[in-house]
């Protein structure tokens, strides 16, 4: 009986060593004992926004060349129920329209009670000042009456600017800034002007 136990009692002893001599080789070979730091950490989400993004794409000046008071008209559907832009149109909850573009902020039209948020801000409506209120009202004019959300589509401020604009005339367009020359294009413009002079050094004199 005590031989048996001794026997078993060995195999198990045995076991054990064999079991701690695999965890040990195992922790050596993947290296589990060792704190492992991703190179990249989580996963690129494929058309995810960049920070700044938002801010990318056509200038005010490029909205404003490209775009259509046709299409302003129907986005100026939106501001129908409080304002008229026809020339000797009635005021509504809002001002006549008419004219807008290129008069001082708040003081188009006289007598009309306007938010001292408003009045009060200075400046006039430029195509700049115009597309910061379409955009948002009170951002703009912290504490006006206007309760329109605003604009959140540059290209829809831009074509209600050109509306506007044909109603009552207003400032001329900005003008749309040139795109950079490529480094390449700019190189070969030199390389040309060097060619050029270089021909004409060489030429024999008439």
């Given at each position: 009986?005590?031989?048996?136990?001794?026997?078993i009692?060995?195999?198990?002893f045995?076991?054990?060593?064999?079991?701690?001599?695999?965890?040990?080789?195992?922790?050596?070979?993947?290296?589990?004992?060792?704190?492992?730091?991703?190179?990249?950490?989580?996963?690129?989400?494929?058309?995810?926004?960049?920070?700044?993004?938002?801010?990318?794409?056509?200038?005010?000046?490029?909205l404003?060349?490209?775009?259509?008071a046709?299409?302003?008209?129907?986005?100026?559907?939106?501001?129908?129920?409080?304002?008229?832009?026809?020339?000797?149109?009635?005021?509504?909850?809002?001002?006549?329209?008419?004219?807008?573009?290129?008069?001082?902020?708040?003081?188009?039209?006289?007598?009309?009670?306007?938010?001292?948020?408003?009045?009060?801000?200075?400046?006039?409506?430029?195509?700049?000042?115009?597309?910061?209120?379409?955009?948002?009202?009170?951002?703009?004019a912290?504490?006006?009456?206007?309760?329109?959300?605003?604009?959140?589509?540059?290209?829809?401020?831009?074509?209600?600017?050109?509306?506007?604009?044909?109603?009552?005339?207003?400032?001329?367009?900005?003008?749309?800034?040139?795109?950079?020359?490529?480094?390449?294009?700019?190189?070969?413009?030199?390389?040309?002007?060097?060619?050029?002079?270089?021909?004409?050094?060489?030429?024999?004199?008439?």
């Amino acid at each position: 009986m005590s031989d048996r136990t001794n026997t078993i009692a060995g195999w198990v002893f045995f076991s054990g060593i064999v079991a701690l001599g695999l965890s040990i080789g195992s922790g050596m070979y993947f290296g589990a004992d060792k704190h492992h730091t991703l190179e990249n950490p989580g996963y690129p989400i494929e058309g995810a926004a960049e920070e700044g993004a938002a801010d990318a794409g056509p200038s005010l000046a490029e909205l404003l060349a490209t775009g259509s008071a046709e299409a302003g008209e129907a986005v100026f559907a939106k501001f129908t129920s409080c304002h008229t832009i026809n020339q000797g149109g009635a005021n509504g909850i809002g001002p006549n329209l008419y004219g807008i573009m290129g008069v001082p902020i708040g003081k188009h039209i006289p007598g009309f009670a306007y938010s001292s948020a408003l009045s009060g801000h200075g400046g006039n409506w430029t195509f700049e000042n115009m597309d910061e209120w379409l955009k948002s009202p009170k951002r703009f004019a912290d504490g006006t009456k206007m309760s329109f959300a605003g604009l959140g589509t540059p290209a829809d401020r831009a074509n209600v600017m050109l509306y506007m604009l044909a109603n009552g005339g207003g400032p001329a367009l900005p003008a749309v800034e040139a795109a950079p020359a490529a480094e390449g294009d700019a190189a070969a413009v030199e390389g040309e002007a060097v060619e050029g002079e270089a021909g004409a050094e060489a030429a024999p004199a008439a």
